[in-house]
């Protein structure tokens, strides 16, 4: 498992610079490793998302993978509803997602965040 990058701020011209200049080095030969990442437009749209209780449950998932929305809400001892909701907001922005065997996972070990000035 990896580390999620996340960026808050950053312009589509800087995103595109960083795949071109990975895009390059793969050209040349060396190696790249791969990396997750997501971009949230400001500050305000990445403290609606990732809440204190939304981060509880992406730590939950990332030690306990949960096979359902009910499990996972049981296991937290918090309402099935807001834990649905919290669930689909973190799909959403690529927070959480669902694996093969269907469980919902947080699969990475850390978020690093890089705000833009």
Request: a negative charge.
């Given at each position: 498992?990896?580390?999620l990058?996340?960026?808050?701020?950053?312009?589509?011209?800087?995103?595109?610079a960083?795949v071109?200049?990975?895009?390059?080095?793969?050209e040349?030969?060396?190696t790249?490793e791969?990396?997750?990442?997501?971009n949230?437009?400001?500050?305000?749209?990445l403290?609606r998302?990732l809440t204190g209780?939304r981060?509880?449950?992406?730590?939950?998932l990332?030690?306990?993978p949960?096979a359902?929305v009910?499990a996972?809400a049981m296991a937290l001892?918090r309402?099935?509803?807001?834990?649905?909701a919290d669930?689909?907001a973190l799909?959403?922005?690529g927070l959480i997602?669902?694996?093969?065997?269907?469980?919902?996972?947080?699969?990475?070990?850390?978020?690093?965040?890089?705000?833009?000035?």
């Amino acid at each position: 498992m990896t580390d999620l990058k996340i960026t808050v701020g950053q312009s589509l011209r800087d995103i595109a610079a960083e795949v071109a200049d990975a895009v390059h080095r793969v050209e040349r030969g060396e190696t790249v490793e791969p990396e997750s990442s997501i971009n949230f437009a400001d500050w305000e749209t990445l403290a609606r998302t990732l809440t204190g209780k939304r981060l509880e449950l992406l730590r939950h998932l990332h030690r306990q993978p949960t096979a359902s929305v009910r499990a996972l809400a049981m296991a937290l001892k918090r309402d099935y509803s807001n834990v649905h909701a919290d669930v689909q907001a973190l799909t959403e922005a690529g927070l959480i997602e669902r694996s093969e065997d269907g469980d919902l996972r947080a699969e990475y070990d850390g978020i690093q965040t890089r705000i833009a000035l």
